[in-house]
Antibody, heavy 113, light 104 residues
Framework: EVQVLESGGGLVQPGGSLRLSCAAS????????MSWVRQAPGRGLEWVST????????YNADSVKGRFTISRDNSKNTLYLQMNSLRVEDTALYYC??????WGRGTLVTVSS | DIQMTQSPSTLSASVGDRVTITCRAS??????LAWYQQKPGKAPKLLIY???SLEGGVPSRFSGSGSGTEFTLTISSLQPDDFATYYC??????FGQGTKVEIK
């Protein structure tokens, strides 16, 4: 059974940093692109970043370019999102997504002073 | 980023109605489009991939069509379980704003 489980969310002050992790199981991790998608409270879905199976290619939304970095460790079946220079508007539930069809439950990031 | 424009933003319909949601891309995305259903407090669920392919386990009343810049999601006969919010997404990129399907 495919599972993706996010962790690392929490409360952080504006300008701070946080690293999200996504532990994957039930599939051959290095053969699938992985993505982060977020949803602010009461708002729609926003694509954040995608990384290829090898990790060699990444794509980022304009809203996070230069601040967020997606990466993966295929030896640990784990996806990461390093978030720097966090803003209040980054407050959201962050989902880890495999191949469009498998979503985690999300981890909540709150940016507030 | 490619912009995805979804319409309508809200749709009121009755059980048994045929429902159509439209998604337009700001430039051609070929058939690289997915449709999702989301219910409150839940993660989105994939309905359609590559614009018109039905995901396994999804009822056949759901269908997708289109290519290039114009796409549609159709529910042929709305069921009580279908009242939810629907999103389109270009592969590895932006989502539409969402369409909330409400009970009329």
């Amino acid at each position: 059974e495919v599972q993706v489980l996010e962790s690392g969310g929490g409360l952080v002050q504006p300008g701070g940093s946080l690293r999200l992790s996504c532990a994957a199981s039930g599939f051959i991790f290095n053969t699938y692109a992985m993505s982060w998608v977020r949803q602010a409270p009461g708002r729609g879905l926003e694509w954040v970043s995608t990384i290829s199976g090898s990790g060699g290619t990444t794509y980022n939304a304009d809203s996070v370019k230069g601040r967020f970095t997606i990466s993966r460790d295929n030896s640990k079946n784990t996806l990461y999102l390093q978030m720097n220079s966090l803003r209040v508007e980054d407050t959201a539930l962050y989902y880890c997504v495999k191949d469009h069809r498998d979503w985690g439950r999300g981890t909540l990031v709150t940016v507030s002073s | 980023d490619i912009q995805m424009t979804q319409s309508p933003s809200t749709l009121s319909a009755s059980v048994g109605d045929r429902v159509t949601i439209t998604c337009r891309a700001s430039q051609s995305i070929s058939s690289w489009l997915a449709w999702y259903q989301q219910k409150p407090g839940k993660a989105p669920k994939l309905l359609i991939y590559k614009a018109s392919s039905l995901e396994g386990g999804v009822p056949s009343r759901f269908s997708g069509s289109g290519s290039g810049t114009e796409f549609t999601l159709t529910i042929s006969s709305l069921q009580p379980d279908d009242f939810a919010t629907y999103y389109c997404q270009q592969y590895n990129g932006t989502f539409g704003q969402g369409t909330k399907v409400e009970i009329k």
